[in-house]
């Protein structure tokens, strides 16, 4: 099973601060799959992806102003409700993972009509490119398509230095993009999560 749980945050919070309670809601997830006296112990691969030291676990975190997220793959039956207080369930996806990667972004962010033309041109490939271009509302489906690239590098390990060979419209049965939206305030978020079966 995968878990899928996020959190609004204060949108003053640093980068620094977000990561910390990406962290902190997935080392309270762990305490309800691996036991109360489990231990958060991470170590990175060389590309940066983030792995349990002392799990068979598999996780991704993501942050963005405002919000945090957390997917986590377990064999074990965790003892996890709908709502913890400030964790909301975003979804239970029933496969049980080899590899998982997330990723949350906000609608309406800060770049430019520029910038996001740049960036498609420069990492989106041309079934991506068609994609947001026959879309009703483009701006968000730009938004879509890069967490849903995001997430899936993220789940491979290749990391941001593989988004621009990643192909969301062409990806092998080995690998399944789920997507969400999550609001809160007025606010929009597109979640992506990536699953390695």
């Known amino acids: ?26 080392g309270f997830l762990l305490k309800r799959t691996e036991g109360e006296d489990y231990c958060l112990n991470t170590g990175v691969m060389p590309k940066g992806k983030p792995y349990l030291t002392n799990s068979e676990a598999k996780f991704s ?20 409700p709908q709502n913890c207080g400030e964790y909301v369930l975003a979804a239970e996806i029933p496969v049980d993972a080899r590899d998982v990667g997330c990723d949350v972004e906000p609608y309406g962010n800060n770049l430019t009509l520029r910038s996001k033309a740049r960036i498609t041109k420069k990492l989106f490939t041309e079934a991506e490119k068609q994609l947001i271009a026959s879309s ?32 969301i419209t062409a990806l092998s049965d080995e690998y399944g993009i789920y997507k969400y939206e999550i609001f809160h305030d007025g606010h929009g978020y597109s979640v992506s999560v990536c699953i390695q079966k």
């Not at 690239?149 to 941001?160: A, I, Q």
């Open 61 to 80: 975190v993501s942050h963005a102003k405002g919000c945090v997220v957390c997917a986590l793959s377990s064999g074990k039956k965790a003892d996890i």
């Open 136 to 167: 009703g509302e483009p701006e968000n489906e730009f938004i879509r398509v890069w967490t849903a690239k995001e997430s899936f590098v993220k789940c491979t390990g290749e990391g941001l230095g593989g988004i621009k060979k990643a192909d």
């Open 1 to 26: 099973m995968v878990y899928v749980y996020y959190k609004f945050t204060e949108s003053s919070l640093t980068h620094r601060e977000q990561h910390k309670a990406a962290f902190e809601m997935l």
